[in-house]
Structures are given as structure tokens and as C-alpha cells.
């Protein structure tokens, strides 16, 4: 009669299990699929970071050459060696002075201050045409350096101005100014003035410089350029994941990064119901993400701003099976023949 009785417990323990799965089961497949509502970002976000990162080189490019001698501008203190090809005896070494002159013969003295050495060569190229030779080739190469003065703010160890010798590089005054901060952007900003007074800016990914080895970006810099590191920022992710919680932001980062840095999905994870709360203009907007959809092609992974918040859901049949594993439902129990 005991053993019978024992029986009957174990069958009614059964029961309830099974019942309550064909609920759980019930319950999942009147909540429909999520892939009609699936977020799609537009594709036009992905080109316009593509054409940003793109304008970026050609900025680079154009504005900041890694050939310091022809970029950098000439000021007092300067030594300057220059050659006439077609007269040997007109070479000579000139230092600019405290108002951006110097002294060449015939020409006695000649103003090169603020110009680089293509443009100091084309000046006196000019002025020996206009008076004493035809279409003279003159080289103008920069023997000393000057000290120049550039300012390094933001987060970096010990920010302020700095003399930066020679044909420093952005490497060069970071290190002036102590390193980065643990907490530092991997994005450096350098602002400096145009020929016409304009300001330019250029955005510099030091990860891709030191990382990746991507050494053209390591620019020279000039005299009165400004160099900004701002804080990194953060984006917060939480839910089904194994580590949840706060995670640097590094550049680029996108929904699928931010979740594999806080340690990937958990084994209760729905990819498919993964929500970005993101605060625009005072007004908090919640996007639907299908990671399912992002690792088949089918969905933009999409890059994360300061302050997003990424929330992965849990499945419900996974969570429920993960209760019955813990024991959180009904003690351990064992069907066999007695």
C-alpha cells in the first residue's frame, strides 16, 4: 500500500510538470513571432559613418601630411637651408628671425614666416625672377627646428602648453603631456588655424594608430595646434548576460560588442529580444534589436552612443527549464520501476 501510495505521488508530480509546460508552451506560441517587428536600422546611418570615416582620411590627407618639412610652417628661430640650382654661389643658410624675416643675398631680406617650405621656395623663386634670373629652381629644406608652443587638454595626465621640439608628432605631445587617462576617449581631436585664419579639425582614432599600427595617423604638429582627448564614455548593459553593468565605450562600439564585453549572452538569453533605450533630446526612445538578425546579414548592428543602454530579455521556456534544473519549482524527484 505504501509503495502504491509512493507511486501515486511521483505520477501526480509528473502531472503537474507536464501541465504546467504545455502552459509555458501555450503561452510562447500566442505571443506570435517578434521578426515582423523586428528594428531595422536605415541603411543610410551605416553609409554616413562609412563617408565620416572617409572624409576623416582625406582631411589627414590634405591638411595634416606626414611630411612634416613641407607641411610645417616657418617661424622664428628656424634654420633654413637654401640651394639655387642654376647659381652654387647664391647658397646659403639663413635663421628666420623674431619677425619671420631672412637675409638672402641679392635679395637682402625676405619674409618666409608662416609658410611652409614649398611655399618659402616658390617666394623666393618669385623675387630672384622679377630681377636677376629666369625661372630659377630654388630648394628650401629645414635644417633646426624651432621649439614650438602646442596646447594638450582633456584627459590626459598633466594638461597645459607645452614646447614641442622639432618635428613633433601627436605621439610626441601626448607624452609631453603625460599619457592618457584610464578613463581617456580613444578619439584625439586637433584643431589648428588655416592660412586664412579658418579653424580645421581633425578627428584621430588612437586605437587604430597604436593597435592596429596605422602609423600615418600619428600627424606632425604645429605651432598652436590644440589637442583634445575627452572622457570615453559609457554604455550600460543589463538583463540576460553574464556579467551586467557598466562598459567603457570605445569607438564604434555596437550592440553586439557592448554584449560580448560584458561577458556574451547567458544561457537563459532571447537573442532575438534584446531592447537599445537610448535618451534623444529629453525623450526616451526604446529600439528592438534581433541579434539573430544581425549575425545572418539581415540587420545593421547598430553603433552605440554615450549614456545607450542595452537590455537583453530571457526566455521563457529557457528560464523555466533553468528553475526546474536549480530546483527552484519541485525538490529533486526520479520516475522508475519499483
Known sequence: MGRERCNLNQYFKIGITVLLLIGVFCAACGGGSKSGSTYTLPQAQKDTDTENQELNRKIIQETFSSNASVDYLIGPGDLLDIKVLEAPDLDTEARVNTKNMISFPLLGTVEVGGLNALEAEERIKEQLTENYMQDPHVVVSIKEFKSQRVAVI????????????????????????????????EIAYVTRKGKQGQQK??????GELLDEGKTELNIPINMGDVIYIPEAGVVYVDGAVIKPGTISLESDMTVSQAITAAGGLAKVAEDSDVSLIRSEQGQVKVTPVDLEQI?????????????????VGKNTIKSFFDAIRLGLFFPPFSVGVQ
Not at 201 to 206: C, D
Open 154 to 185: 582633456g584627459s590626459v595626465k598633466a594638461p597645459g602648453t607645452y614646447e614641442l621640439l622639432g618635428k613633433g608628432s601627436l605621439l610626441d605631445a601626448i607624452a609631453l603631456a603625460g599619457g592618457l587617462n584610464p578613463d581617456a576617449s
Open 201 to 206: 579639425s581633425v578627428q584621430i582614432n588612437l
Open 295 to 311: 549575425k545572418e546579414g539581415n540587420s545593421p548592428d547598430i553603433v552605440l552612443e554615450d549614456q545607450d543602454v542595452v537590455v
